[in-house]
């Protein structure tokens, strides 16, 4: 009972909330939201919560012909071959390479001024009080509909 349209297959997920990505697919896809996992293992956590990002709602995961996964949205029209929410956990690792870069460098400052009143600024993230990331994590699965054996392997 898949459901085809024109030659593509619609793909839908399924989430299991008992999921855990092995290491070596945590590392993977850190590799592919632009994290060295052996030179910034302080970003790893970043990578284990986007391997685990479920779709927005208005995405469907489809599947070409030649069996390629790529992401459509059914509201506005747009495919793209990469998770939806891959560009926003490499714009996550980016801001926090600036807060841990930011944080090294007012160490620095502080280690060689012992008579410094300030301590270390805080990122504007920090400073709001908020957390972009999502709260709780899901795994997903992708399966075309009636079928059992698709999934989402960064």
Not at 91 to 101: P, Q, W
Request: hydrophobic content about 25%.
């Amino acid at each position: 009972m898949s459901q085809v349209v024109g030659d593509q297959t619609v793909l839908e997920e399924v989430y299991d909330s008992s999921y855990e990505p092995n290491e070596e697919d945590v590392r993977q896809y850190a590799d592919m939201i632009g994290i060295d996992p052996d030179r910034e293992p302080e970003l790893m956590h970043i990578a284990r919560e986007g391997i685990k990002a479920p779709l927005p709602k208005e995405w469907k995961p489809c599947q070409t012909p030649k069996g390629e996964i790529y992401y459509f949205n059914f509201n506005s029209g747009e495919s793209i071959w990469e998770h939806p929410c891959d560009r926003y956990y490499q714009t996550l690792v980016a801001e926090e390479r600036k807060k841990v870069a930011h944080s090294s460098s007012a160490k620095k400052t502080k280690k060689s001024n012992p008579m410094s009143k300030s301590g270390p600024l805080q990122s504007p993230m920090s400073a709001l009080g908020t957390d972009h990331r999502p709260k709780t994590a899901v795994s997903s699965t992708l399966k075309p509909i009636g079928a059992s054996d698709w999934s989402r392997t960064p």
